[in-house]
């Protein structure tokens, strides 16, 4: 089980990388509109792992006697507020394009 946990958190460390890397690029580059949903998207699928993954550690840290209360509450807390932050940009993202949409056909009439 601990072998998979670190295969776990090492795959979604690497995603969480590969998601930073692609988000400074476009900012320094071109905004490549593809390319900020699919972070966007993929992050709140990483924050999602990341809570399940922290919270089997902190369970598996209790069991063994190793607790960090507070740094545990920290580290669930963060996540939850990354997700929180990656959820709404998806959601005004919706919004904006269904905005757009709904100006086109106006515009079509």
């Given at each position: 089980?601990?072998?998979?946990?670190?295969?776990i958190?090492?795959?979604?460390?690497?995603?969480?990388?590969?998601?930073?890397?692609?988000t400074l690029?476009s900012?320094?580059?071109?905004?490549?509109?593809?390319?900020?949903?699919?972070?966007?998207?993929?992050?709140v699928?990483?924050?999602?792992g990341?809570i399940?993954?922290?919270?089997?550690?902190?369970?598996?840290n209790?069991?063994?006697g190793?607790q960090?209360d507070?740094g545990?509450a920290m580290?669930l807390f963060?996540?939850?507020?990354?997700?929180?932050i990656?959820?709404?940009?998806?959601?005004?993202?919706?919004?904006?394009?269904?905005?757009?949409?709904?100006e086109?056909?106006?515009?079509?009439r």
């Open positions: 089980m601990i072998e998979l946990m670190h295969m958190g090492g795959i979604l460390s690497t995603l969480l990388s590969i998601v930073m890397i692609s690029a900012a320094f580059l071109y905004h490549i509109p593809f390319l900020h949903t699919a972070t966007t998207y993929l992050s699928a990483i924050f999602s990341f399940v993954f922290d919270t089997q550690r902190i369970l598996e209790a069991i063994s190793a960090d507070i545990d580290v963060t996540n939850v507020i990354n997700l929180f990656k959820i709404l940009q998806v959601l005004m993202a919706n919004e904006e394009r269904k905005r757009r949409e709904q086109q056909n106006r515009r079509r």
